[in-house]
């Protein structure tokens, strides 16, 4: 199944992505409050871009792939609203939540953004699925105790975690929602273009997490 084979051909890239110095600060408990609030500030400044990039996937897919247009607008309505957990994340961390909202991203995180776009716009609308496999993935292996983590380093409140506490659990529905979808992709075309969207998608993830540390 392709989904099986998706998780295989990206085990290099995900590998990569996951050796990044922020995760294991997170997850050894040694990260400062500034690299989660600056891990933060880049996360809102892609996740913004969540529903608006899934609209624009949805527009774009053929008639023919009307089964995946009706997933996206499943995504869209859970996805609704995500950026403001994350600034409320920000300012429980006692962050300006509205300076971030009014800041620009890093580079790192612009050209991963630009990429999807790109994709999703210029090449095929499918190899968005890339993107949400590495971000679906990297939340469900990652994000609970990476939480768990920060909370014993920092001594935070619960409420400064509500965005890598919430797709610790959900993603884990989501995976397995994406799973049946991309086993439903049976053109070689297609699952090769997903298959390269994701192991850009690994290095470009990478980049946004390597830059929170390397600017703290």
Not at 61 to 74: F, G, I
Not at 160 to 183: I, P, T
Not at 201 to 211: E, T
């Amino acid at each position: 199944m392709f989904f099986e084979r998706l998780q295989t051909a990206t085990q290099h890239a995900r590998a990569g992505m996951l050796k990044a110095a922020i995760i294991e600060k997170a997850v050894s408990s040694t990260i400062s409050l500034e690299e989660y609030v600056a891990y933060l500030t880049q996360a809102y400044h892609h996740v913004k871009h969540t529903v608006p990039l899934l609209m624009a996937v949805g527009a774009r897919l053929p008639e023919s792939k009307e089964w995946l247009r009706n997933a996206v607008a499943e995504y869209i309505e859970e996805e609704l609203g995500h950026q403001e957990w994350i600034l409320n994340d920000i300012a429980a961390c006692g962050g300006d939540k509205e300076a971030i909202r009014n800041s620009l991203p890093a580079v790192e995180t612009e050209l991963m953004i630009a990429y999807a776009y790109d994709m999703t716009n210029r090449v095929n609308p499918l190899g968005f699925f890339g993107m949400v496999h590495v971000l679906e993935g990297t939340s469900i292996t990652t994000a609970d105790r990476a939480a768990d983590g920060i909370q014993r380093a920092l001594n935070l409140p619960d409420d400064a975690f509500s965005y890598l506490r919430s797709h610790g659990a959900l993603d884990q529905e989501h995976v397995e929602f994406f799973k049946g979808l991309m086993n439903k992709v049976t053109d070689a075309n297609e699952q090769a273009i997903i298959i390269r969207s994701a192991t850009i998608f690994y290095r470009l993830y990478g980049d946004v997490f390597r830059c929170v540390t390397a600017k703290n």
